[in-house]
């Protein structure tokens, strides 16, 4: 069974950062494209950042420099550091996986986690 569990979410000030964590079990992450996502209230979700075969990065514009995707292949988990983040970041934020070959494309995505609500005080 695919499952995608987040962790890390959590209150931040404005300049602070905060560390999501992805863990996947019932497949392997570097054999996917693993992405995160984020819904603010009101808002479309929208792709954050992807990885596929731990070297192929996707971001979008406005975390480009802030935010950082990674794999850990021995503990099968994907992170989003955060750094820099804003009250606009604040949002619920998803992991996903598919087997590709969309890029973070979030009507693609397989599997989904449940969310992990990131909030960024001003």
């Known amino acids: 069974e695919v499952q995608l569990v987040e962790s890390g979410g959590g209150l931040v000030p404005a300049g602070g950062s905060l560390r999501l964590s992805c863990r996947a079990s019932?497949?392997?992450?570097?054999?996917?494209?693993i992405g995160w996502f984020r819904q603010a209230p009101g808002r479309e979700r929208e792709g954050v950042s992807c990885?596929?075969?731990?070297?192929?990065?996707y971001y979008m514009n406005s975390v480009k420099g802030r935010f950082t995707i990674s794999i850990d292949n021995a503990k099968n988990t994907v992170y989003l550091q955060m750094n820099s983040l804003k009250p606009e970041d604040t949002a619920v934020y998803y992991c996903?996986?598919?087997?590709?070959?969309?890029?973070?494309?979030?009507?693609?995505?397989?599997?989904w986690g449940k969310g992990s609500l990131v909030t960024v005080s001003s």
């Open positions: 019932g497949f392997t992450v570097d054999d996917y494209v």
């Open positions: 996903a996986a598919d087997p590709g070959p969309s890029m973070c494309d979030d009507d693609a995505m397989r599997y």
């Open positions: 990885i596929a075969s731990s070297d192929i990065t």
